[in-house]
């Protein structure tokens, strides 16, 4: 039996912890932080949340600049655009495979999760509602059983969480507006639409997060 090191328990916490700060938006694109900031926050030394800190910068979220500290990487300008895009053409082309059986188990699946988002916006819960929104998504794109498409959009849904998070937080989409645009979504998926889908994911997705879709 493999036994897993204290250090590396630690420092997979580390990871876990930071990274799950930097999809919320509680370190912000642009924060300069430091390994004893880190470190002092979540009760563990240095060295756990030096190799967090390594990994976050081989994904791509931090950038580490010795003895200043870390960088929490902005948001790239072209960034939404191009996840926008990748999602519209996964998300369409999953729809467009959907079976009429496929249709009638997912349907119930999406009626709940306009529910639980009407509960978490009555709340106040942005951070959850992130969540619930990107599975809203992903629901339909698993129901059209591809490991190939639903592996591609996994690999999208961090950066689709922390753009959703943040644009929330900053008041620039409301919460009423995308539960109404996901009833609308969820509506047309019933109904067996997939070029009246793929009209309404496109208007989603642009308003969403403020890009034009190229092409459309």
Known sequence: ??????????????????KERILTGALPGGELISENEIAAEIGTSRTPVREAFLRL?????????????????????HEAEHVTHARYVVETGAVRALTESDRIALVPRLR????????????G??????????????????????????????????????MNTV???????????IIEQHTGIADLIEAGDTEGFATALARHLMTVHGVRLRGL
């Not at 250090?7 to 930071?18: G, H, L, N, P």
């Not at 992903?138 to 592996?151: F, I, M, Q, S």
Request: proline share 4%; glycine share 4%; aromatic share 8%.
């Open 167 to 177: 644009a929330l937080h900053r008041g620039e989409i409301h919460t009423d507006r």
């Open 57 to 77: 910068e081989t994904e791509g979220w931090m950038r580490l600049y010795p003895k200043r500290g870390a960088l929490v990487v902005p948001v790239p300008s």
């Open 125 to 162: 819960d942005l951070d959850e509602f992130a969540v619930v929104d990107a599975d809203f998504h992903r629901e339909y794109v698993v129901a059209a059983d591809n490991p190939l498409l639903t592996g591609f959009y996994d690999s999208l849904r961090e950066r689709q969480r922390r």
């Open 1 to 18: 039996m493999q036994v897993v090191s204290k250090t590396y328990s630690a420092a997979e916490r580390a990871y876990r912890e930071v």
């Open 112 to 123: 709940e999760s306009i529910d639980r988002q009407r509960a978490l916006a009555a709340a």
